[in-house]
T-cell receptor, first 112, second 115 residues
Framework: SQKIEQNSEALNIQEGKTATLTCNYT??????LQWYRQDPGRGPVFLLL?????KEKRKERLKVTFDTTLKQSLFHITASQPADSATYLC???????????FGQGTTLQVKP | DTGVSQNPRHKITKRGQNVTFRCDPI?????LYWYRQTLGQGPEFLTY????????KSRLLSDRFSAERPKGSFSTLEIQRTEQGDSAMYLC?????????????FGPGTRLTVT
């Protein structure tokens, strides 16, 4: 079955460093991947979408890559800040239904 | 506030009772989605509507679950004869589908606890 996997272990980094989160997919080839941020007790908030024919997408301090050979997306936050601490969710998007298949999320903790 | 709203935010119920949740999407959005999220997991798709038509239901959605979007605006999700395994956060999201993909806007969720 279609599956999205993220590292379930929390990622702890020092303020100012670059955080890199990994998303792997198996048993299918999504045309789109999205990344969301989720704070405790809140719904996910959309950050970025990348298409399979785009190798890289940037938005301010965020960068997402999509490697269809490795079946992997990487999500980078440069110059990280304590306010970036949250759970980050990777999701594949069905272009027909708009249905999202989510990974389990990776919690990022940025220490001052 | 013109975002997605959900009510109630929290619901505690006893096993066997019925519960109903409401979602009000962003007004111009024609697609509405329901997801369920348990602790430490990402949201799982349950069902979605385009306008008032329910176009897909997950196999996760047992016969005890029903969703409606009667006028293509707000939606309700009802769970009959609740079980402890139904305890989760129920998230609603909306999007504007116009022939291409768009991001989904999520509500704050309804946290259900079944005792």
């Amino acid at each position: 079955s279609q599956k999205i996997e993220q590292n379930s272990e929390a990622l702890n980094i020092q303020e100012g460093k670059t955080a890199t989160l990994t998303c792997n997919y198996t048993n299918y080839s999504p045309a789109y991947l999205q990344w969301y941020r989720q704070d405790p007790g809140r719904g996910p908030v959309f950050l970025l979408l990348i298409r399979e024919n785009e190798k890289e997408k940037r938005k301010e301090r965020l960068k997402v890559t999509f490697d269809t050979t490795l079946k992997q997306s990487l999500f980078h936050i440069t110059a990280s800040q304590p306010a970036d601490s949250a759970t980050y969710l990777c999701a594949s998007l069905s272009s027909n239904t708009g249905k999202l298949i989510f990974g389990q999320g990776t919690t990022l903790q940025v220490k001052p | 506030d013109t975002g997605v709203s959900q009510n109630p935010r929290h619901k505690i119920t006893k096993r066997g009772q019925n519960v109903t949740f409401r979602c009000d999407p962003i007004s111009e959005h024609n697609r509405l989605y329901w997801y369920r999220q348990t602790l430490g997991q990402g949201p799982e798709f349950l069902t979605y509507f385009q306008n008032e038509a329910q176009l897909e239901k997950s196999r996760l959605l047992s016969d005890r679950f029903s969703a409606e979007r009667p006028k293509g605006s707000f939606s309700t999700l009802e769970i009959q004869r609740t079980e402890q395994g139904d305890s989760a956060m129920y998230l609603c999201a909306s999007s504007s589908y116009q022939g291409s993909v768009h991001e989904q806007y999520f509500g704050p969720g309804t946290r259900l606890t079944v005792t």
